[in-house]
């Protein structure tokens, strides 16, 4: 399946959630995408996206490592169903929507936490989702850099 179904679907999951132990397994799969999708784009994307993809997998899998995984099926991990990158802006617009809104998310579970342990894991999570969504927009930046340079070199 391509990064924009796959992020819409998360999104979709991440919405429709309700307590917190839901929450914080839509954003663990969140995560777990971003990180699947930021190692595809190191291996495969654009050249002048790999470095800041590569640190996109590394803060995706902090986000991942602070949360307690979810027992998932495989067939329901939507990281491992992920086929393509598709068009690769419209997938890091799309990834950097849902990043913010698992922001968003956790700080609702935040604000709500009966112990400190559930809040500290959020404020670190937070962090993480953050920092992916930071290497994502500088990705995008980086595209736009690319296609202003192509544009200028064509019409020369």
């Not at 979709?12 to 929450?23: C, I, N, Q």
């Not at 994307?45 to 490592?65: D, F, N, V």
């Not at 936490?113 to 962090?127: F, K, L, N, P, S």
């Not at 994502?136 to 192509?150: C, G, P």
């Amino acid at each position: 399946m391509d990064a924009v179904r796959l992020i819409m679907a998360s999104r979709g999951a991440l919405a429709e959630s309700g307590d917190t132990r839901e929450v914080l397994a839509e954003v663990w799969q969140a995560q777990s995408l971003a990180q699947a999708i930021g190692s595809r784009f190191a291996v495969s994307g654009p050249p002048e996206l790999r470095g800041e993809a590569l640190g996109l997998t590394e803060l995706a899998g902090r986000g991942c490592g602070v949360l307690e995984a979810p027992t998932v099926d495989v067939k329901t991990l939507r990281a491992a169903q992920l086929t393509e990158l598709g068009d690769a802006r419209e997938a890091l617009l799309c990834l950097g929507g849902l990043l913010g809104e698992v922001g968003i998310a956790l700080v609702g579970v935040a604000c709500a936490a009966d112990d400190e342990a559930t809040y500290w894991q959020c404020m670190e999570a937070i962090d993480a989702a953050d920092e992916s969504r930071d290497r994502v927009l500088e990705m995008l930046r980086r595209l736009a850099a690319r296609d202003q340079e192509v544009r200028e070199r064509d019409s020369a």
